[in-house]
């Protein structure tokens, strides 16, 4: 069975690029020990899409960003009062949100279009099965 990290791999590279291509930080200087303030928000953002909007456990979360669930909860906590108070937090926030989800649903209504084609052929099949064995 696939882990929460397994499973959201996709979705946690898509967040990564996306504060990368708002920010300029890098994954590898993310997962950093820096308390430089754009990259501490950087990674606030991802820990608190991670565990919030996605689902992951704080411990999963943590491990992605590699931060301990602590820290993971001190993002949860803090969110809304940095949401209301810093707009650089803000605005990097709501836009890699907005993104992130703009591009998901791209891509499920594009997985919803391959399973329906692929329904479609397995109901022929099907058919084409049933119509054999009614002829014996």
Avoid: C
């Amino acid at each position: 069975m696939k882990t929460k990290i397994e499973q959201n791999k996709h979705k946690i590279d898509l967040l990564f690029k996306l504060v990368k291509d708002y920010t300029g930080i890098p994954k590898e200087k993310i997962r950093n020990k820096t308390r430089v303030y754009e990259v501490a928000m950087a990674r606030n953002t991802i820990g608190v899409m991670l565990h919030s909007e996605l689902g992951m456990t704080i411990m999963a979360t943590g491990e992605v960003i590699n931060r301990d669930h602590s820290s993971v909860h001190h993002y949860v906590r803090n969110h809304v009062d940095k949401m209301k108070f810093d707009p650089f937090y803000r605005n990097m926030y709501t836009e890699v949100s907005n993104s992130f989800w703009a591009k998901m649903s791209k891509a499920d209504i594009n997985d919803i279009s391959l399973r329906i084609k692929s329904l479609h052929r397995e109901i022929l099949e099907l058919k084409r099965t049933q119509e054999l064995i009614k002829s014996r």
